[in-house]
């Protein structure tokens, strides 16, 4: 018979007296409202009728009850954890991020708006894309619950189950009331190719989980997360574990980056030694984390650390290098200003930076950086980690910032530089905590626009 306490909530009877919960939830990254529903549904899906006999709920289970089921928890998050992804186990830290791409958008745009202009022609020749043919076919749902593709002839091209939303080949046209696919072939056979193709990309920095404390991180590496890892978002300035495979980057071939499509993170230092537990927390401090193993530029230096390190793709494309900064925030845009669709979140925040080094010639110099909101809303680009809790931060702030440079020539005939923030990390003991975004934070006056020539 399960014991009951009474009058205990349910989230402050768990979160208060158990310390193995409180240890999941640190190592999965979760809230407190995420580590009880995941608690919850573990029991309810685990021990069923103990769901039911406590009544659907676990709030007031007594401390026994709840250490035993909290046991059999991390017992099994322990063994998806191990289970989770293919290749070598690499730990280390996310120290950036660089955003999501559909890499299958361009062809899958250019199928639609040739079906919607012309569908019968485009279902008999299909389309042209980077020199390639590539075939069309009608997708559709039959009575059977069914997802099938035909071709110009009506012939059966592929057909699976439905299972919530559509597969990933199926494309929507005339504002979802039809449906195409496009299709591949072969060796003779046809197939359809895939039409959504998402692809998140993080900056790590670490090594294989067997050579960290004896070697030392790598140099930073792109963690290209696909599939269902492009929907994962990860927690940066944190220790990380995670299973990945070694691959070759682009445009860069001569790159190894890492890859996965199925990830599990783990963020925790259990796989360190307990006698280099010590020597491990302090390095995994973020700002003493990047200030070890990341590039770190001096905010006098950018112009000549961007000139030394950009590179050219094979298309002529010019990619500024990625690196840190530091310094003291002057201002924050709390509200945001709309961005093109492209940018995640839909909104770009700016914050201006400046330094010791920055005003020795010029007292009113500081830096521009933008960063999406996706960064504000998911990672706390405007936020300080107090012992309370996330604060928002105040001008006068310390930040760590990483960023990609690129620049521009304006109409005066002038190069300019951007700075796009790809992480922010506001450090606890040099933050201020805003009390409200007010017009004196807010107010420009006094800044001067980072554009100087080269």
Known sequence: MIRHIPQTSERDDIMQINDTLKRIGTAKGWSDEELVEQFNTFVKESFPEVWTQNGQKLDGLDADDLDFFSASFDVSMNRRTGSGGKGDEWVGMIVAYNGRRDTMERQRTLAAE????????????????????????????????????????????????????????????????????????????????????A??????????????????????????????????DLMMHRPIRFKAEEAQGWPNPEETILRTGNMVASYDLDWVPDEQMDKASAIFKPDQFMAQFMPVVDLNDLWEYHDANATTSPNGKEYGPTFAISGVVDYIDYDGKEAPSFIEGGFKHSLTISSNSLRRDNPDASLWVEVTRYLVEKHQALKVLKADGWKPYARGSRVWIVVRSRTWNATDGSRNMSLDGMSVHAMPMRSIVAQEPDAVTSDLSGLNDFSGGA
Not at 168 to 193: A, C, F, L, T
Not at 201 to 215: A, C, Q, R
């Open 114 to 197: 040739s079906a919607e202009a012309n569908l019968p022609q485009t279902l008999r020749y299909g389309i042209q894309y980077n020199g390639n043919s590539v075939g069309i076919g009608r997708a559709y749902l039959n009575d059977g619950g069914e997802w099938v593709l035909v071709d110009a002839d009506d012939k059966q091209v592929h057909s699976e189950k439905a299972d919530g939303q559509p597969p990933r080949w199926v494309i929507p046209i005339n504002g979802g009331q039809m449906h195409i696919g496009m299709i591949s072939q072969k060796d003779g056979r046809k197939y359809p190719k895939p039409a959504f193709m």
């Open 199 to 232: 692809k998140r990309e993080w900056v790590f920095i670490g090594n294989k989980k067997d050579s960290f404390l004896t070697e030392g991180p790598l140099p930073p590496r792109t963690l290209e997360c696909s599939f269902e890892a492009a929907d994962m």
